[in-house]
């Protein structure tokens, strides 16, 4: 079977759908982290697909700002929940309730 | 293609850029107090807005430069003062008003620095992926920043939600110029809106990869503007910051999502094909966020919850403004360039009158912050007799939120109402004007406790000059700008997007042969 765009392009939404409900469904912090990575992953392996099956660099230099970006993303935002973990010993979401929706 | 003949366009980021870092290393190095490195930092945002007053916008509408990625034009021009000028008053109140958190260190004057670069940049791309790394860079410093009180578990909380929601929409966003990309082959405006033109033209629509890229950007911006239903951060978000930084947020992170939302909506996708995409999302957004907004905003007790929510249906009024920018509509006639541009102007008026109120408020609440025991309605009672001066701004700049007449306010609730009758959208002039119609209610609640309450505590509250001076300043342009309408249009005018001409730009051109 040959692999086309379209196999890649389901991966990727698979992924993105995965993160997607991770972020929704999981209750500690570190793994909504982790989910929305895999989210911003999702959307870098399409670019390099639609890249790749255009013949065009565009994607893949774009490819490299997002991981830049997420990384810097990275850096604060685990700076932000270890901080939380300090002075609140937890990093699940139902106890942040200081805020009220 | 990089050359130095438009290195002046870059300018105001580059020397904004440089500063902030040399900054950073000299509060590190140098131990400088916060105060001087308050001091510095305005200086560096006074230098570039004299740069930016000096870069001309060229007759004939843009200037493209650093290789075709960014675009100067009226609205660039315009929304660059404007981004100055907010994060002006930001570092200003950081320094001036709320010195238990400015004690902390200089980053509070210098984080603000890589926010405006950012928000500049935002005004002048012209590709998406300066639009994404520009995004981000306001983004991340505003995650710093919201957070910025670390020992507090108020402002973790409201920045570790801000960081969440936040990286959530920029996903979205990439997801979505990824599909853009993967459809037409490029990220430059110009080469989209052309390809877009000529699917429009052959196939009557756009391919369903556009559309659904589209919408995905659309999520991304919309959670920016805190259009209902990507709204849900917002209040939270607005009562655990630093009330500066809840001011930049509602201001600053607001203008720089509707600048992208308006390049992106009017004129990279605004001709056939597109519109029949956003103008949906951005009708049903403008609707729900002009209701719940305003509806929700009644019930609130705390003053920042209170303002995140009006800030919330301010997005839906210049939601309208936008739609009623567009060129076409589905089954509408085309508008004139005069209403297009009526409607853009309009977008500018009515950001400028939430600026000045928006930031009476939050000085007029950083000051009381330290003075009060909270920040709830009952507070403020009495507070006309403690302090005349704060009362009257804070009871102006309502007055003003809510479009009462004589203010500047109702100058830019006018023109959003002028703009959707000009466009025949009744069904959002009829919610627009019961959405003024709620908001006076909840704004009248605070004015009410400041000036028919008995306080509880009669100690006057005392003000430093500056502040005096500042707070006076902006009442009085609040006045003036409502009385003299004149006086605002010196501030808007020319302040429109460039035409895009639907004409191949030079280098799809030769891609095609």
């Not at chain 2, 951060?233 to 999502?257: C, H, M, Q, R």
């Not at chain 2, 003053?303 to 739609?323: E, N, T, W």
């Not at chain 2, 853009?344 to 928006?358: G, H, P, W």
């Amino acid at each position: 079977m040959e692999i086309t765009l379209n196999h890649y392009l389901a991966v990727a939404a698979t992924l993105f759908v995965i993160g997607l409900m991770g972020v929704i469904i999981r209750r500690n912090l570190l793994v909504i982290y982790m989910s929305l990575e895999m989210m911003l992953q999702a959307a870098n392996l399409t670019l390099v697909a639609f890249s790749r099956f255009n013949h065009r660099i565009d994607g893949q230099v774009f490819v490299f700002f997002v991981i830049t970006v997420a990384a810097a993303e990275v850096a604060v935002g685990l700076a932000l929940i270890v901080a939380l973990y300090r002075l609140k010993q937890t990093t699940q979401v139902q106890d942040l309730t200081t805020l009220k929706f | 293609m990089i050359s130095t003949s438009h290195l002046p366009y870059m300018a105001p980021e580059i020397l904004l850029t440089l500063w902030a870092m040399v900054l950073l290393l000299a509060e590190a190095f140098l131990s400088l107090t916060p105060r001087t490195t308050a001091r510095l930092a305005l200086a560096g945002i006074g230098v570039t807005a004299i740069l930016t007053l000096l870069l001309q916008v060229s007759p004939t509408g843009s200037t493209l430069f650093w290789g075709d990625l960014c675009k100067w034009d009226g609205a660039a021009k315009f929304f660059h003062l404007f981004f100055l000028a907010v994060a002006a008053l930001v570092i200003w109140m950081g320094d001036e008003v709320q010195e238990p958190v400015a004690s902390h260190g200089g980053e509070f004057a210098i984080m603000p620095l890589f926010t405006t670069v950012g928000l500049m940049l935002l005004a002048s791309a012209n590709d998406f992926m300066v639009l994404f790394v520009a995004l981000e860079l306001v983004t991340i410093s505003f995650y710093i920043l919201v957070a910025y009180q670390h020992r507090s578990l108020v402002a973790l909380e409201a920045g570790v939600k801000y960081l969440i929601l936040g990286a959530l929409s920029s996903a979205f966003l990439v997801m979505g110029i990824a599909y853009i990309f993967g459809i037409t082959g490029t990220t430059h405006f110009d080469s989209i809106t052309y390809t877009c033109h000529l699917y429009a033209n052959h196939l009557r629509a756009l391919p369903v990869g556009i559309s659904f890229g589209l919408l995905l950007v659309l999520v991304g911006v919309g959670f920016k503007i805190a259009m209902v239903p990507f709204h849900i951060w917002a209040p939270d978000v607005y009562e655990g910051a630093p009330n500066s930084i809840t001011a930049f947020l509602s201001v600053g992170s607001k203008a720089g999502g509707l600048i992208i939302l308006m390049r992106i909506v009017l004129s990279v996708f605004g001709g056939q094909g597109g519109v029949e995409i956003w103008y949906p999302v951005l009708y049903i957004g403008a609707i729900l966020s002009l209701i719940l907004g305003n509806l929700a905003a009644i019930p609130q007790r705390n003053l920042k919850r209170l303002l995140g929510y009006s800030s919330i249906g301010h997005s839906g009024f210049i939601l309208v403004a936008v739609i009623g920018s567009a060129a076409t509509l589905p089954g509408r006639p085309h508008a004139s360039v005069a209403d297009m541009a009526l409607g853009q102007t309009t977008v500018s008026v009515y950001l400028v009158t939430y600026l000045l109120a928006t930031f009476t408020a939050f000085i007029v609440l950083a000051i009381l912050n330290r003075r009060l025991a909270g920040l709830e309605i009952h507070h403020l009672a009495g507070l006309s007799q403690r302090s005349p001066l704060l009362a009257a701004a804070f009871a102006l700049s309502l007055i003003s939120l809510a479009g009462v007449p004589p203010m500047s306010g109702f100058i830019a609730k006018a023109l959003v109402i002028l703009v959707a009758w000009n466009h025949h959208l009744y069904t959002l002039l009829f919610i627009t004007l019961f959405a003024a119609v709620a908001a006076l209610y909840y704004y009248l609640g605070p004015i009410k406790a400041m000036y028919w309450s008995e306080p509880l505590d009669e100690t006057p509250i005392r003000i430093n000059r500056s502040t005096t001076v500042v707070l006076s300043v902006l009442m009085v342009l609040l006045i003036v700008t409502g009385f003299w309408a004149q006086s605002i249009s010196v501030m808007v005018t020319g302040s429109t997007l460039a035409q895009t001409d639907s004409a191949a730009p030079a280098h799809v051109a030769l891609a095609q042969h």
